[in-house]
């Protein structure tokens, strides 16, 4: 089958999902409706997830986080990711994310791996 447009392939690869996608992108789908892999996205519901290990929850300067997100403690590593990414409420008590979290280890895991790669 021959592509007379590059817009109709990438619609065709939309809809079903391209053969190069990992388990990654696809656990991060989840995430993606509020958040970006970009450090300088804004205007999203959640905050950037680029650059993400490593820095102090609640602490972009423009993103307007819930109270409990700001007094958090929580530095992110793949350890805590592990735990928010499974119970956010439970880790973050209060917090405002509205995700019940992601109960397979494994996608867990995927995301985590995206995360630590932006």
């Not at 956010?88 to 509205?98: F, I, L, Q, S």
């Given at each position: 089958?021959?592509?007379?447009?590059?817009?109709?392939?990438?619609?065709?690869?939309?809809?079903?999902?391209s053969p190069a996608q990992t388990s990654s992108d696809g656990a991060f789908m989840k995430c993606r409706a509020c958040h970006s892999l970009s450090p300088a996205a804004s205007g999203m519901a959640g905050p950037s997830l680029g650059h993400l290990i490593g820095r102090k929850a609640g602490s972009l300067p423009d993103f307007p986080y819930s109270p409990a997100m700001k007094a958090s403690t929580v530095i992110w590593t793949r350890e805590t990711l592990d735990a928010f990414l499974h119970a956010?409420?439970?880790?973050?008590?209060?917090?405002?994310?509205?995700f019940p979290g992601i109960a397979s280890d494994a996608e867990r895991a995927a995301v985590i791996d995206l995360l630590a790669a932006h």
């Open positions: 089958m021959t592509w007379r447009s590059p817009y109709l392939l990438l619609a065709a690869l939309a809809a079903t999902g956010p409420a439970k880790t973050v008590p209060g917090n405002r994310m509205p």
